[in-house]
C-alpha cells in the first residue's frame, strides 16, 4: 500500500495544474501578495487541513445535514467573500486575525487570515481530483477511514499545495515592488478575491473550464488510470470481489475460481415479479445478480441474453435476480421501473436497489455487471460490461451439471452482437459530469440563453436557444436545440417528460421522435458506424440527461 503514497502525491501535483485551477487562481495570487511573508506558508497550510479535513469527513458530514457537491463549493465561496471583507476592511481582518494569536509568539500579521484563505480553497478545491480522490471518497462514503487512507489524503493534499505555494511566493516577489501602494494592492486584492468569489458561487467557471484543453488528463491518465493503480485503489476498501483471493473450494469437479460468500441482497426497497429473496433462501440454487438500469443502453444490449437464459434454464435451477442500481433521479421512481420491466418483458424477478445498499456490497462500480453464484451460495464467475454471453452460458451450465441437473436445455450459443468498433464515448449533459462540450459558457440551475460554436470537433456537442443546465440534466426552454458531432452506428439519448425532439442529420431532417415518458430513446440508426453531425430541437419542458452510442 506504500506505493500509493508517492503515486497520491504526484496526482496532486498534477491536480493542481488542471484547469480546475483557474478559478482558485486569482484568490491565491490576491490573497499572498497583500500580507507579510508568512502569509504564503499560512495558505498553504489552510488548504492542506481542510482539503483533507473535507476529504475524510466531509462526505460523511455533508450527506448528514444533506448539501450536495454544488453547494458545499457555494459555501467556500461564501467564506472567500468574507475573506475578501477582510482585505477591504481591516478592521474585520484584526478581528479574525485575534484567536490566532494564541497559535504564536511572534506576531500574527496575515496568519490567522493566510489560514482561513486557504481553508476556504480547501473547500473549493475538493471535487477537483481525479482516481486518487474518487478512491478516497468512496471509502469515507462508506465510513472505510483507516491508517492508510488518512496517509494517502495528506499525501495527495500536500501535493496539490505545493504548486500554490510557489505561486504565492512567485506573486510576493512581484508584489515587492508595489509596497509604496500598499494599500491600493490591498483593495484590489480584496476586489479580484470578491469578484472570484462570486464567480465560483455562479458556477460560472465551469464554464470557463470546459471551454479550455484538458491539458493535464494525458497526465493524470498516466498516474492514476493504469490498471497497477486501480488494483491498489481498490484494495483500499477491502477490495473487490475480483479482488478476493481464489480458494481451492470447488463444487463438485468445476473448474471455476470461488470468489468466496456472495453478499447479502440488503436495502432493497421494492420487488418486482417476485415476493422479497435472499442469497440464503436461494441456497441450492444457481444464481446471477444483474446489476443494471433501464436507461443504461448497455444493460439494454444484454438484457435479450438475460431473458433467454431465464426462459431456458429457470426449470432447471436459475435463477436471475436484476438488481435495478439507478443512474438517474427518475429511475428511483417504482412506477417507471415497473413500467419499464414490463415494456422490456422482463420476467424475473427485479429488485429496487434505490439506496445502493446491495451495490455497496458487492462493491460493484458498473452497469451492466454480473455476478454468477453456485448452489453453496459462494461467487464463482464475474462479468463487467457488455459480451462474453457464450462464456457466461457455458459457466451456468457447468453450475447446474454439478448441482445434479442432467437433462439440460440445448446450448443455443447465440451470437455476441456487443459492439466493437470505435465509436462517441458515453456523454453526459447535466454540468456534474458533462462530456466534450463546446459552446457558450455554461450557466448552472438557471436559465440562460446559448449559441453554436462555428463548428464542433468529433464527439463534441454545444446547446443553442434556452436551456437551464442541471447537475445531471438539461431543461428545455425557448428554442432549445443541441447539435452533437458524433460517430456510431446508432445514436441514444435518456429524455425524461412529454413533448417531442425534432431530428436533423447531416442537414437533413429525419421526422420527430415522441416522448412519453423518462427513458432511452433512439434518435438515429445507420448501417455502419461513420461520422455525423445530429441536430435536434426539443418541446420547452424536456429534459435530457446522457447519450450513448451503439
Not at 496568519?111 to 478545491?125: H, Y
Not at 470537433?457 to 447537475?471: C, N, Q
Request: aromatic share 10%.
Amino acid at each position: 500500500m506504500i506505493v500509493l503514497l508517492p503515486i497520491a502525491f504526484v496526482a496532486g501535483v498534477i491536480t493542481a495544474f488542471t484547469p480546475c485551477i483557474l478559478p482558485v487562481l486569482p484568490i491565491i495570487l490576491a490573497g499572498a501578495s497583500s500580507g507579510t511573508k508568512r502569509r504564503p506558508y499560512a495558505i498553504a497550510a489552510g488548504l492542506v487541513t481542510t482539503f483533507t479535513a473535507f476529504l475524510l469527513a466531509g462526505a460523511w458530514l455533508w450527506s448528514l445535514v444533506g448539501v450536495g457537491e454544488k453547494h458545499q463549493v457555494q459555501i467556500g465561496a461564501v467564506s472567500l467573500l468574507v475573506l475578501a471583507l477582510i482585505l477591504l476592511v481591516p478592521k474585520i481582518g484584526k478581528l479574525v486575525e485575534r484567536p490566532f494569536l494564541i497559535l504564536t509568539r511572534r506576531r500574527a500579521g496575515d496568519l490567522g487570515g493566510g489560514f482561513l484563505l486557504g481553508a476556504s480553497l480547501g473547500l473549493v478545491f475538493v471535487p477537483c481530483g481525479g482516481p486518487v480522490l474518487a478512491a478516497l471518497t468512496a471509502n469515507v462514503a462508506t465510513s472505510r477511514v483507516g491508517g492508510w487512507i488518512v496517509a494517502i489524503a495528506i499525501a495527495y493534499a500536500i501535493g496539490a499545495a505545493l504548486p500554490m505555494l510557489a505561486i504565492a511566493h512567485g506573486s510576493r516577489r512581484a508584489a515587492a515592488g508595489l509596497r509604496r501602494h500598499a494599500e491600493a494592492v490591498r483593495v484590489a486584492g480584496g476586489v479580484l478575491m470578491a469578484v472570484s468569489a462570486v464567480v465560483i458561487y455562479n458556477g460560472w467557471a465551469e464554464g470557463l473550464q470546459t471551454t479550455l484543453p484538458p491539458w493535464a488528463h494525458w497526465a493524470q491518465d498516466a498516474v492514476e488510470g493504469n490498471s497497477a493503480v486501480r488494483t491498489r485503489l481498490d484494495s483500499l476498501g477491502g477490495g473487490r470481489p475480483t479482488a478476493l483471493v481464489a480458494r481451492t473450494a470447488h463444487l463438485g469437479k468445476v473448474p471455476l475460481e470461488d470468489y468466496g460468500t456472495a453478499p447479502e441482497l440488503q436495502q432493497i426497497s421494492n420487488w418486482i415479479n417476485s415476493p422479497a429473496l435472499s442469497m440464503r433462501s436461494l441456497r441450492g440454487k444457481v444464481v446471477l445478480v444483474d446489476f443494471w438500469t433501464y436507461s443504461c443502453i448497455n444493460c439494454l444490449r444484454t438484457l435479450p441474453y438475460l431473458k433467454a437464459w431465464d426462459e431456458r434454464y429457470r426449470t432447471q435451477g436459475l435463477v436471475i435476480v436484476g438488481v435495478h442500481s439507478p443512474e438517474f433521479a427518475f429511475e428511483h421512481d417504482l412506477g417507471n421501473v415497473h413500467a419499464a420491466v414490463k415494456r422490456l418483458g422482463v420476467r424475473y424477478p427485479v429488485a429496487l436497489d434505490n439506496k445502493f445498499g446491495t451495490w455497496q456490497a458487492y462493491h460493484n462500480q458498473y452497469w451492466p455487471a454480473d455476478y454468477l453464484v453456485d448452489q453453496l451460495g459462494h461467487v464463482r464467475d464475474i462479468h463487467f460490461g457488455e459480451g462474453a454471453y457464450a462464456e457466461t452460458e457455458h459457466d451456468i451450465r457447468l453450475l447446474l451439471r454439478a448441482g445434479g441437473t442432467s437433462d439440460l436445455a440445448k446450448d443455443v450459443r447465440e451470437p455476441d452482437r456487443t459492439p466493437t468498433e470505435t465509436r462517441t464515448p458515453e456523454s453526459y449533459l447535466g454540468y456534474s459530469r458533462i462530456g466534450d462540450y463546446r459552446g457558450s459558457p455554461l450557466k448552472s440551475d438557471r436559465p440562460a440563453s446559448y449559441r453554436f460554436p462555428q463548428s464542433l470537433p468529433r464527439d463534441s456537442f454545444a446547446y443553442a436557444g434556452t436551456w437551464t443546465v442541471a447537475g445531471e440534466r438539461i431543461v428545455a426552454g425557448a428554442a432549445a436545440r443541441l447539435r452533437f458531432h458524433f460517430h456510431a452506428h446508432d445514436v441514444h439519448l435518456v429524455i425524461a417528460g412529454h413533448g417531442s425532439v425534432g431530428v436533423t442529420l447531416d442537414g437533413q431532417t429525419q421526422g420527430s421522435v415522441a416522448v412519453d415518458g423518462d427513458r432511452l430513446y433512439t434518435l438515429a440508426t445507420e448501417d455502419r458506424a461513420r461520422d455525423g453531425v445530429l441536430e435536434l430541437r426539443f418541446t420547452p419542458g424536456l429534459a435530457a440527461y446522457a447519450f450513448t452510442f451503439g
